[in-house]
């Protein structure tokens, strides 16, 4: 497993918060200092939806752009549609962008870092490590 960490939205959320999770920001700020921290056209999408004005959504859009970012290309597809459609086969239903976000993972060797009760239930049927920080 590579030492890079794909840092979802929900971390990013919650790592922005002033009575976020200790233990959670701290691992964003690691990830950070240590350069393994990557992102993906996805989640950069998801933070930029959530800006308040244009200064924000700049600022986080270049942020997010010195960071490494992971292509979604024909693999990290062929990996979400199979990961889907045996999900589904095993009575798991996600939200569609969990999938896509894991699979990213998995193709591209990395972690995830992440603060979503669907990461936790899903990172193990498709052999992703997830950083699971909900409860601490």
């Given at each position: 497993m590579s030492d890079r960490i794909l840092i979802d939205t929900s971390a990013w959320i919650v790592s922005f918060k002033r009575a976020g999770n200790e233990s959670l920001k701290q691992k964003v700020v690691e990830a950070l200092a240590s350069l393994s921290a990557v992102t993906t056209p996805v989640i950069v999408l998801e933070l930029l939806q959530g800006c308040r004005d244009r200064k924000e959504y700049e600022s986080m859009k270049s942020r997010m752009e010195a960071l490494e970012m992971?292509?979604?290309?024909?693999?990290?597809?062929?990996?979400?549609?199979?990961?889907?459609?045996?999900?589904?086969?095993?009575?798991?239903?996600?939200?569609?962008?969990?999938?896509?976000?894991?699979?990213?993972?998995?193709?591209?060797?990395?972690?995830?870092?992440?603060h979503d009760k669907h990461f936790k239930l899903v990172a193990k049927h498709l052999g992703v490590i997830a950083l699971d920080y909900i409860d601490g």
């Open positions: 992971l292509p979604v290309n024909e693999d990290v597809w062929e990996s979400a549609y199979w990961a889907g459609y045996n999900l589904r086969r095993k009575g798991i239903t996600v939200p569609t962008i969990d999938i896509l976000i894991l699979s990213i993972a998995k193709v591209h060797n990395c972690s995830v870092l992440h």
